[in-house]
């Protein structure tokens, strides 16, 4: 076996994330790593029928070549395209590398040193007796303990045992210890699923020491079930930490959100060491009520000296952006590159309209005063607002983020995709950035997607690149429909659907319960 090879064992949630976060662990960590063997995500399908009112006791998923079913109680029925296996062979350098490359990550539960992978029990012996025993020695005074992971299958505790009685000719002659091991080791199977097989057949298994464990306990440290401060659209913590990772937070970095709410993100950023600021069209927000707020929630967590500053704006009137407002990206926002990463997730404009700073007609308001005090400046001031285009709101956040990060800064956007190729929306591009990932959380209806861009060094961009023009439709006072396609698509796009879908159709294309 190659000695510098380890195995990942991941975790089964948002597989399309687990990738690109390993990548970007890399980066933080300076690590040179390399994909021996990682089963690729396949983006989300919804079938036509998935909007029926029809109740069926199963959601549909699928791998690339094969359908199988899982418990659930859903109105709908979803073909989810998934990861086949969560075992991932990775080529590190060294083992303090490996040991180092998972501290931080959410999506990946352990890292072992790799002895041996084979399909048969038989042959796994074989190459761990003739081409691991150079290892041997280190381990053979230290106290130890062996586990058996399964996936798609399951072992009773006898045959668990009988697995572990089999590597007795190892010469650990240290005790054992089940609680607090110096070494652990680990014994995975990887079983064949799917539709039609009904018996627990091996595809691989794999033999090694653990190097280190992955940090998805900072997911129910940062609970929104245990925060008192939180909005319907807080994120939640494992895709606000995921976020955090694939934008490399890290300490002595300044991160900024320019739709801050809750502070979900930043707090997540924060968590990592960067030093993190926010800005927000509703103040409310980030007061919050009763001394609750963005800073509070902070504080609760020991990380409120990594809270910069807050202010009162959206991404077209930020006082970061400098004075010319919206405008050309060749001409305007000349006070930038100063952040290390920006991350966002901006309002869809799907509940609601999406709105900015601004009156209707773009002309100015004379200052009120009330109590001798400028109305403005007041706590509970709600200052005019007027119809945006989310277009152009992106297109707004690329021109931002390509003046204000540093080189190699990243800005990570979260933007919503819908499961229907006439509502879909273009990833935005930017000539000054470059897309590293696409990661996608799929929903009933729709999806959204975080992209992670780079900032280019300067060398690198070709400001002619720079595509279309912001519709003009963007500044005036058209409807909320009229700026936001995809609000408007989202919603005839599924009543018509759920019209159309029969049972007779559904009957036609899903698979009956045997």
């Not at 990738?19 to 933080?28: I, N, T």
Request: charged share 20%.
């Amino acid at each position: 076996m190659d000695p510098n090879l380890y195995l990942i064992r991941l975790a089964q949630f948002h597989p399309s994330f687990r990738k690109p976060e390993l990548e970007a662990l890399a980066v933080l960590a300076g690590v040179n790593l390399e994909l021996v063997q990682y089963n690729e995500y396949v983006c989300p399908q919804i079938w036509p029928c998935c909007f029926a009112t029809v109740v069926y006791e199963y959601w549909y998923y699928a791998t690339t070549d094969d359908i199988k079913f899982a418990p659930s109680s859903a109105k709908f029925v979803a073909l989810v395209l998934i990861a086949d296996s969560p075992y991932c062979i990775v080529r590190i350098p060294t083992i303090s590398a490996a040991a180092t490359l998972l501290t931080r990550s959410i999506l990946s539960k352990a890292i072992y040193h790799l002895w041996a992978s084979a399909p048969t029990y038989s042959a796994l012996h074989s190459i761990v007796r003739t081409q691991s025993s150079h290892l041997w020695p280190l381990y053979e005074k230290s106290s130890f303990k062996f586990t058996v992971d399964v996936f798609h299958g399951s072992l009773s505790e006898a045959d668990q045992k009988d697995i572990v009685d089999d590597f007795a000719y190892l010469p650990f002659n240290g005790r054992v210890s089940m609680k607090n091991p110096d070494e652990e080791f680990v014994v995975c199977q990887d079983h064949e699923h799917g539709a039609g097989i009904t018996t627990q057949t091996l595809k691989m298994i794999y033999f090694g020491r653990l190097v280190g464990r992955g940090g998805r306990k900072a997911v129910d440290t940062y609970s929104l079930k245990k925060r008192a401060y939180i909005s319907t659209t807080s994120m939640d913590a494992e895709l606000a930490l995921l976020t955090a990772n694939l934008t490399l937070a890290q300490p002595g970095k300044l991160f900024y959100d320019p739709c801050v709410g809750t502070g979900s993100i930043v707090i997540a950023c924060a968590h990592y060491g960067a030093i993190i600021m926010g800005s927000d069209l509703d103040g409310r927000a980030i007061r919050g009520k009763g001394g609750q707020g963005v800073e509070w929630s902070l504080g609760e967590y020991g990380l409120g000296g990594r809270w910069l500053d807050a202010l009162i704006g959206d991404i077209t009137f930020s006082p970061l952006r400098g004075a010319d407002g919206a405008g050309d990206y060749n001409n305007s926002w000349r006070r930038g590159n100063v952040l290390d990463g920006i991350v966002c997730d901006p309002p869809y404009g799907v509940r609601e309209g999406l709105k900015v700073l601004g009156s209707r007609d773009g002309s100015g308001k004379e200052i009120v005063w009330i109590n001798g005090k400028m109305a403005h400046l007041q706590d509970k001031y709600i200052p005019p607002k007027r119809p945006y285009s989310f277009e152009a709101l992106l297109s707004d956040i690329l021109d931002f983020a390509a003046n204000m990060l540093v080189e190699d800064g990243r800005l990570g956007l979260w933007m919503p995709i819908a499961n229907d190729e006439e509502i879909e929306m273009a990833i935005p591009e930017h000539p000054a950035l470059d897309v590293l990932s696409s990661c996608v959380q799929p929903f009933h209806k729709w999806s959204r997607r975080l992209l992670t861009y780079r900032r280019k060094p300067e060398g690198e961009i070709i400001y002619q690149e720079r595509g279309k023009e912001k519709p003009a439709q963007a500044l005036n006072g058209a409807s909320a429909d009229d700026l936001n396609n995809f609000r408007k698509r989202y919603f005839q796009s599924f009543k018509s659907a759920a019209e159309s879908t029969s049972t007779d159709a559904l009957d036609s294309i899903v698979p009956k319960k045997q």
